[in-house]
């Protein structure tokens, strides 16, 4: 797998698990706002910790990035084999 392939992978990767991570400990606003305010969606969550799931995505696509290469490396996961 060559550098290019390589860094596809790893953003395909990195995005989804990082739509997977996105809803994991959301709490949305339930309180009643008193006076409206507009623009705030009162569904929007009050702390998303948008950093804190950066750091997971990218540990987790790490970790699966590091097995898929090294099966492709020992040849072991080989998809030029299986079309032809």
Do not use: C, H
Not at 3 to 22: A, D, E, K, P, R
Not at 26 to 51: L, W
């Amino acid at each position: 797998m060559g550098i290019t392939g390589s860094i596809i992978v790893y953003v395909m990767i990195w995005w989804v698990i990082f739509f997977s991570v996105l809803p994991m400990g959301i709490q949305s606003n339930k309180e009643i706002f008193r006076e409206k305010i507009e623009g705030i969606d009162p569904g929007a969550p009050k702390n998303p910790k948008i950093v804190k799931k950066f750091l997971i995505t990218t540990l987790i696509t790490t970790i699966i990035f590091a097995v898929i290469y090294y099966l492709v490396k020992i040849d072991l996961l080989n998809l030029r084999e299986f079309l032809q």
